[in-house]
Each structure stands twice: as structure tokens, then as C-alpha cells.
């Protein structure tokens, strides 16, 4: 299984990474954020990410502010 540890779209300009997600700028007033599968525990983000962490995380955010 795949993981996503950093993403890279080279036609957005990249506004900061976290310690799970990626900012990028879309427009003036619009961000895309990226969840990865980096974990972090103690502000220190491990080496080995989780698989499907970030689409995890981002199903749940679905669920909690649709």
C-alpha cells in the first residue's frame, strides 16, 4: 500500500507544511490542504508515515463539518 508522506504540485505555490498537512495557495482568497500520512507525536514528525492516515482524517472532518 502507498503512503503520501509530502505532496508536490509544482503548479500551485506551496504557502507551508505542517506536521500532517501541506498549504497551497489557489487564488486569491482560496487554500488547498493536503492530508498526508505523516504522524507526529510531540511536535515531532516520525519517519514512517501511515497508510490512508490523511484520507482518514479527511472523512472524518467530512462527517463533522458537512
Known sequence: ???????????????????V?????VGNDQLLIVT???LSAFD?????PIPSKGRVLNQMANFWFD
Do not use: F, H
Not at 6 to 17: I, Y
Not at 44 to 48: R, S
Open 44 to 48: 515531532v514528525i516520525m519517519g514512517e
Open 1 to 19: 500500500m502507498s503512503t503520501l508522506y509530502e505532496s508536490t504540485l509544482r503548479s500551485l505555490p506551496l504557502l507551508g507544511r505542517g506536521k
Open 36 to 38: 498526508t500520512d505523516r
Open 21 to 25: 498537512r501541506d498549504n497551497y495557495a
